[in-house]
Structures are given as C-alpha cells and as structure tokens.
C-alpha cells in the first residue's frame, strides 16, 4: 500500500501500532515517510488507560521506527 501511496506522487505517512525492526525496514523500502505512534498518556498513568501493552513497549516502538531514519 505504501509503494501504491508513492506512485501517487503522495506523502505516505501510517499509524499502526507496535513495530518490529523487519516491519519498520520494510516499512521504509517501501517510501514510508512518517510512521505515527503516539503514546497516550504519562507513565504513571499508562497502566490504567491502557492495559495490553506496556509504557516501555511503546517506548520500544518509537526506538524501531526511528532506526531506519
């Protein structure tokens, strides 16, 4: 879909979710140009707003997306 995106002469920009660094190459051979993963709240709040990942997973998320550039 990003190659798609791409031809297009569009900006691929996706949300989604966790990442692992095989996805997140992938990801950025593909063109992607932004990957969105915001966390949602402060780590003293996270565990009670979101309960099936952890603050650190998510932390983790933003490290493998960054990695590729």
């Known amino acids: 879909m990003v190659r798609e995106v791409k031809a297009l002469g569009l900006e691929a920009c996706a ?3 966790m ?3 095989a996805q997140a190459f992938e990801l950025k051979q593909a063109g992607l140009d932004a990957y969105n993963h915001n966390l ?3 780590r003293e ?3 009670s707003i979101i309960t099936t990942r952890t603050y650190d997973d998510r932390l ?3 490290r493998v997306a960054r990695a590729p550039g």
């Open 60 to 62: 983790e998320t933003i």
């Open 45 to 47: 709040h996270y565990s």
């Open 19 to 21: 990442l692992t660094a």
């Open 15 to 17: 949300t989604l979710g």
């Open 40 to 42: 949602d709240t402060s």
